[in-house]
């Protein structure tokens, strides 16, 4: 990162996101193009899309259709975790070049009802991935069950001892334990071997359970917790800890879904994603641990190259987050045809002014 001499331009790489939902159909066609415009250019996609991405063939497709939307995009293709997903299925995945796969346990969140009851289930998997040299992403919630007193508040925390009998069984198994919420998961990563690490997501470093209790477009799953689990997070970051990296986890869904009867979970940050992070990381005092954050942690962790090439510029130029973006093929004006950013309406104070 260079910054000038009063501190009113910083050039950085371009940012590297672990963790964004680009959806399918005109919502992809509306937001994979955004991933450049917010400062990034290697996304790792998730595949709950509908169908669920389950098989090798599938997220090759999926990742010919994002290409087509972003060229200059390097994007990291996941498979669904599912019953189909064999020893062999991934030997297949890993040679076609897909890196990760994602787990889901069932219920937790968007398109999760295809998901994981029983993880010793998949321990023949996890053992291919592990010799395959793949990435195990998991959601870390536990499903909400009132009587073993589970809810969004612990779910989180009450999955953790899942992620600890993992890391024990496939030491050797690269696990990211993903968009993490809480102080007690941030101390659970800290102590784990170097295999295991951790995506924090911009929303989750600026919020907390205040934010999102009757604000539609701030609920997420797993839903921001108390002001000293964003302390946690932030301490993390500012620490510059190499197993802590960016995953926005920008979930984008149409306007209608957000304030409807029972909203979608999901926050939309990728156009505004690296503006976001020079802000908030500006405010703490930690600029210097930015790029490591949104770039060479991750990247180190996932195998790949050190920095990207090109770079983007950030100048201190204030500007206000649209209200909302039209999804492609609809109309002005229809609700549920646009989709509503995180921070709506609230002014920025850096912006990308240029691109190599």
Known sequence: MTTNTDATTITLPWASDFHCHLRQGPMMETVTPMVEQGGVRTVLAMPNLTPPLTTADMAVEYGKSLQKLAPDVHFILTLYLNPKLTPDEIKKAAASGITAVKVYPSGVTTNSEWGVLDFKAYYPTFSAMQDAGMVLCLHGECPSDASKGICILNAEERFLSTLRELHQE????????????????????????????????????????????????????????????????????????????????????????????????????????????????????????????????????????????????????????????????????????????????????????RTE
Do not use: N
């Open 170 to 353: 496939f030491p050797r198994l690269r696990i990211v334990l993903e968009h993490a919420t809480t102080k007690a998961a941030v101390d659970c990563v800290k102590s784990l071997g170097e295999t295991v690490a951790c995506t924090i997501t911009a929303h989750h470093l600026y919020i907390t359970i205040d934010d999102w209790a009757g604000h539609p477009h701030h609920f997420c799953k797993p839903v921001a917790k108390y002001p000293h689990d964003r302390d946690a997070l932030r301490e993390v970051v500012k620490s510059g800890h190499p197993r802590f990296f960016l995953g926005s986890d920008s979930a984008p869904h149409p306007r209608s879904a957000k304030q409807g009867e029972k909203p979608a979970a999901g926050v939309f940050t990728t156009p505004v994603l690296i503006p976001l992070m020079v802000s908030l990381f500006e405010s703490m005092g930690c600029l210097d641990k930015l790029e490591g954050f949104i770039s060479s942690h991750g990247r180190k962790f996932y195998g790949l190259s050190e920095k990207p090439s090109g770079s983007i510029t950030l100048t201190r130029a204030p500007f206000k987050v649209p209200t909302m973006y039209t999804i492609a093929g609809s109309d002005q004006g229809d609700g549920g045809a646009t989709v509503v950013p995180f921070m709506a309406e609230t002014e920025i104070p850096w912006s990308i002014t």
